[in-house]
Each structure stands twice: as structure tokens, then as C-alpha cells.
């Protein structure tokens, strides 16, 4: 019985936040590309659904693959961080060789997500090859990127189409 005690969990090790297993679980949840358990994990955060919703389609018509997932960390009361390096279809057209991180910061009440919100840290080549999409290609953003980021229909087909205006515009600009 003595040698079995030796074995026991330590009582010194704190438990981890639960917090940060909701984060994680959203995370697996958005890079699965599949919806429903996106939608279950914003269960109670239905401002930021249709947003986090159409950049996780956005998000497999681009083609992410995961390069670097840091573990969530609990960066101020209530609030979780994740970073996400990935890989993409966009950056790619650009030929910029960048590759993109992705924050994802939720927000907590009583233990559960009650918002999020994305940043990334485009190169400033992302912007600008949107905004020439924009002025030249103005009906990309009434066809297929309709409501762009804020719940719209198509982000797959949207994203295509960025990708391949990126393609056009890193083609007509100089090196």
C-alpha cells in the first residue's frame, strides 16, 4: 500500500481553468470546419455567431492549415486569448511567403463564452489587395462576398474569389 501512495495526483498542482478548456473546445470546434459544433460552443454567444460562423467557412474555402496553435491563455478577468498560425490560400496568391497568426479573444460570463472576436496580423499587402478588389471588382462584394464577415450566405465562394483577385492583383503589381 505504501508503494500506491507514492502514485496519488499532488494536491500542489492547480486545476485548470475551466475557461480555458471552453476556449480550447472552440478552437477544435472553428478549425474542424464543421458548423454544428461551432454553433454549440456559441450557444451563448449569438451576437458573434454569424461572424465567427462565416469566417470559420472563409476560413476552409481559403484552405487554412494549422502551422502553430499556442495554448488559450486567461489574459485579463473573463477574457481568453488563442493564437492560431496558419497557412492560406490568400497569402499565398500574394506571394508573400507570410504567414498569418489569428487571435481569437473570448469574453466570459459565469463560466461561459458569451462573445468573441478575431484579429489577425494581415501583411499590409492583405489590405491593399482588398482594397483594389473593391475598386475594381465592386460586384464580388453584392455576388459572392455579400455581407462579408457579418453572417453573409457564401464565404467559401467569397473567399475563392478574393484568391483568385489576389492572384490578378499580385500579377499587375510590381516587385
Given at each position: 500500500?505504501?508503494?500506491?501512495?507514492g502514485c496519488?495526483?499532488?494536491?500542489?498542482?492547480?486545476?485548470r481553468?475551466?475557461r480555458?478548456?471552453?476556449?480550447?473546445?472552440?478552437?477544435?470546434?472553428f478549425?474542424?470546419f464543421d458548423?454544428?459544433?461551432?454553433r454549440?460552443?456559441?450557444?451563448?454567444a449569438p451576437?458573434?455567431?454569424?461572424?465567427?460562423?462565416?469566417?470559420q467557412?472563409?476560413?476552409?474555402?481559403g484552405n487554412y492549415v494549422?502551422?502553430?496553435?499556442?495554448p488559450?491563455?486567461?489574459s485579463?478577468?473573463?477574457i481568453?486569448?488563442c493564437?492560431?498560425?496558419?497557412k492560406?490560400d490568400?497569402i499565398g496568391a500574394l506571394g508573400?511567403?507570410?504567414?498569418?497568426?489569428?487571435?481569437?479573444?473570448?469574453?466570459?460570463?459565469?463560466?461561459?463564452?458569451?462573445?468573441?472576436?478575431t484579429a489577425?496580423?494581415?501583411p499590409?499587402?492583405f489590405?491593399?489587395?482588398?482594397?483594389?478588389?473593391?475598386?475594381t471588382?465592386?460586384d464580388?462584394m453584392?455576388?459572392?462576398?455579400?455581407?462579408?464577415?457579418n453572417?453573409g450566405?457564401?464565404?467559401?465562394?467569397?473567399v475563392r474569389?478574393?484568391v483568385?483577385?489576389f492572384?490578378?492583383y499580385?500579377a499587375?503589381?510590381p516587385?
Open positions: 500500500m505504501a508503494l500506491l501512495s496519488a495526483p499532488s494536491s500542489d498542482v492547480a486545476p481553468d475551466p480555458l478548456d471552453a476556449a480550447e473546445n472552440l478552437i477544435d470546434a478549425y474542424s458548423p454544428a459544433p461551432l454549440t460552443a456559441l450557444r451563448d451576437q458573434s455567431t454569424p461572424q465567427i460562423l462565416y469566417y467557412g472563409w476560413a476552409q474555402g494549422v502551422l502553430n496553435r499556442k488559450c491563455s486567461l485579463a478577468d473573463d481568453v486569448s493564437e492560431i498560425t496558419v492560406d490568400l508573400t511567403g507570410y504567414d498569418v497568426t489569428d487571435i481569437f479573444r473570448m469574453s466570459f460570463s459565469e463560466g461561459r463564452i458569451v462573445a468573441v472576436d489577425s496580423n494581415d499590409p499587402e489590405e491593399q489587395a482588398l482594397d483594389w478588389l473593391r475598386a471588382r465592386p464580388l453584392q455576388g459572392p462576398c455579400k455581407e462579408f464577415f453572417g450566405p457564401t464565404p467559401q465562394d467569397c474569389n478574393v483568385s483577385g492572384r490578378d499580385a499587375r503589381t516587385d
